[in-house]
């Protein structure tokens, strides 16, 4: 290769199609009237376009992901609002919440799918974030970077998140004439999405791949979270994280990434384990096989060099609580179905709740991002009250998505961050049904539904 000839990179490239299709910012509303010069990845009319999604309707309280009413199915958009963006998917990553959604008893029906990527093909008018022919993430929170949350640093329960305020509005019709909405108003299982603007992130890299980004979009961003977000981990620190999951795994490359001298990996499955040693785990436990020895086990490995304590060091009397992770991240959550993969100790999700605060050093800091528990549990009050121990709950844990997103994806761009090897099975979204069903039964790490 001649190394004076021009660089052409996908930046620049995007860059073009963006100013190509800068005059296309079409305006959509009431009937979709045509853009004058419309980018040549606009192909028809906006209202009327049709295109196929993973939609579940009503389902009966013991609906099994097989048994749902849920298929794919035709949509006819509707027009599309002034602050929302049309993209064509490329990919989006099967996180394990679909398994609920997945039997849920939605009305309207609901096209699922969260955290996917795509290409831009037309925007509303209002739009400023993204450009016609962008290569956006549409990410699980949205960052509006406006509101009260957000402002004060927590983007990820952004309040543009759907709830009373904010419904999820129909975007299409289905082939009998019933209207659909978006699952939290991304519909990453479609052909086509219509996120509002404030999901979308654009990412400029030039050589990751659609399903790579996939993962950052919800599991990745989660797991990162933990690591850069309100708590952030430190050199040199011990680091403990309890399931080993897409979320889980995605903490441990974190907490290397951030240099973290001990990481300590916890799960039932051994698959999982062997591939959290792959990517950056130095120790790790089957839970099973630990029982009631688990948290003893692991808080003396963290000892740090020296009991000194007039001189940085930590008193190493067990009932003290000195000794422990300075970091504890709890990635498990509840079983909604049981697992065909290993079963864990407590399929209700709790006790990896209480061993990440009971294995957790005085001072140090236990954040915990999975969801599905059942039931209660237990903590020692005084600990509780005044043991100094900080808890950090939430899914993303300050994560801006629109300052970290980016800063993932060159994370991914650049090898320091895996994702290749959690997207560890690819469905077409013919296969949805197929693809939740294998990250329910806990086969894969991650599934991924891919678009052609
Ligand atoms: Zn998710
Ligand atoms: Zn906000």
Redesign the pocket.
Known sequence: MDPNAPKVSRRKLLKNAAVAGGGAAASLLGGGLQAAQAPAVVTGTQVGRRFRAYVVRGNAADATIQSANAAVEQVTLKALDENRVLIRTEACQV?Y??TGQAVANYNPARILG??AVGIVEAIGTKVRRVQVGDRVLVA?TPYCGQCYTCLRGRPDRCQMLPGAGNPMLPIGTLSDGADVVQHNNEGGFGELMLPYEWYCVPIFTNNVTPVELSMLG??GA?GLGTVFGVAPIEPASDVAILGCGPVGLSAVQGARIKGASQIIAIDPVRARRDLALKLGATVVFDPNAEGANLVAKVKDLCKWPSDRKFAGGRDWTPANNNIGPDFVIEAVGGDRFPPKAEVGPDPTGVLPLQQAWQMCSSAGHVTTVSVGQRGNFTLPAGQWSNGAKNHHPGNMNGVSTLRDMQRFARLVETGQFNAKAMATAVFPLDRTKEAIQAVCDRTTISAVITFS
């Open positions: 996180c919440t679909i969260h955290g699980n919800c599991v989660c």
